[in-house]
């Protein structure tokens, strides 16, 4: 449940007032010191580049301590995201995350997002890499 109200009712909805109901005050994010007020800041960030954003989650399944989401996000590029301007193309992106729930709430998350599908989508080129020879 608490997972749910985390994807819909405060990273779908945007609403930021409902992240201190679903994540821990020492609530870490990637394992790094990412605290609850940085991830306010991510969620309003994309929220202003994809103002119709909205999830669906496609698998959820819990183990102890532990509930894996994979999650599917839609929505269209209106805003600037991470320096690249507004596109006005929908994307579709795919992420995974793990999250650790104690007390009742989240105290540490882990995600993989397809960022390449994302930037492929946005039309964004990728540098080329190093070819080993």
Not at 23 to 31: D, Y
């Amino acid at each position: 449940a608490i997972v749910r109200r985390y994807r819909f009712e405060y990273v779908g909805a945007g609403n930021l007032a409902a992240a201190d109901g679903v994540l821990a005050a020492e609530f870490l994010w990637n394992g790094a010191t990412t605290r609850r007020e940085r991830h306010k800041e991510i969620v309003a960030l994309w929220h202003k580049a994809f103002p119709d954003l909205h999830f669906t989650i496609e698998d959820l399944v819990a183990q102890g301590d532990r509930v894996v989401e994979r999650v599917m996000a839609r929505g269209t590029h209106k805003g600037e995201l991470y320096g690249i301007p507004a596109t006005g193309k929908q994307v579709e992106v795919m992420g995974i995350f793990i999250h650790r729930i104690a007390g009742g709430k989240i105290v540490e998350m882990w995600e993989v997002l397809d960022t390449i599908a994302l930037l492929e989508q946005l039309g964004v080129s990728l540098p080329p890499g190093d070819e080993e020879e």
